[in-house]
């Protein structure tokens, strides 16, 4: 089956570091990627939809200079969470589909600001 | 606006036992409805997808039902087993807007000993 993967899994740094979010399609040309945020027994929460080669489309409420995607190809895409504070600690997760096809999520980056 | 409502929100049974998750949905226009396990600290496994014309599907002991008039969805588990453990989550595709999902807050189920 389709294959994401995401990477780091887990990120501990200190407050007002960027850090970068790395998420791959293995085995499928991903022409959207999509990234959300979990916190603790909440539901996934859609932060911004990438389409390669093109700007990512952010959700209300979700700083875009604050969270940089970048989606330079049809495997890759990259979210930078810049100057990191406490309060951006949380579990992301990325996923992507090709087409109209299902989404196929990565395992997540634990983010863990001190 | 488009909203997932999964119950209960959490649950114990033994293993062994069989268990249902329920799902109602408020998404329009629906295009298909995706149940999915969540381990804690990974990222969601898709279980299931059901379109708008399919009434069950199943996938070994995972079998999901589809009411697309009342907008209702189960997911059943049979002969549970520890493994079992996690969050499972109902997640309904609208048609177009860029395949967005609208994602339920999941069931916690726990299988005990």
């Known amino acids: 089956g389709a294959v994401v993967s995401q990477h780091p899994s887990r990120v501990i740094c200190k407050s007002g570091t960027s850090v970068k979010i790395e998420c791959r399609s293995l085995?499928?040309?991903?022409?959207?990627m999509f990234w959300y945020r979990q916190f603790p027994k909440q539901s996934l929460m859609l932060m911004a939809t990438?389409?390669?080669?093109?700007?990512?489309?952010?959700e209300q409420g979700v700083e875009k200079d604050k969270f940089l995607i970048n989606h330079a190809s049809l495997t890759l895409s990259t979210l930078t969470v810049t100057s990191a504070h406490p309060e951006d600690s949380s579990f992301y997760i990325c996923s992507a589909s090709a087409g109209n096809q299902p989404q196929h999520f990565g395992d997540g980056t634990r983010l863990s600001i001190l | 606006k488009n909203q997932v409502e999964q119950s209960p929100q959490s649950l114990i049974i033994l293993e062994g036992k069989n268990c249902t998750l329920q799902c109602n949905y408020t998404v329009s226009p629906f295009s298909n409805l995706r149940w999915y396990k969540q381990d804690t600290g990974r990222g969601p496994v898709s279980l299931t997808i059901m379109t708008f014309s399919e009434n069950t599907k199943s996938n070994g002991r995972y079998t999901a039902t589809l009411d697309a008039d009342t907008k209702q969805s189960s997911l059943h588990i049979t002969a549970s087993q520890l493994s079992d453990s996690a969050s499972y989550i109902c997640v309904v595709g609208g048609r177009g807007g860029g395949n967005k999902l609208t994602f339920g807050t999941g069931t916690q189920l726990k299988v005990e000993l």
């Open positions: 990438s389409n390669e080669g093109s700007k990512a489309t952010y």
């Open positions: 085995d499928f040309q991903a022409t959207t």
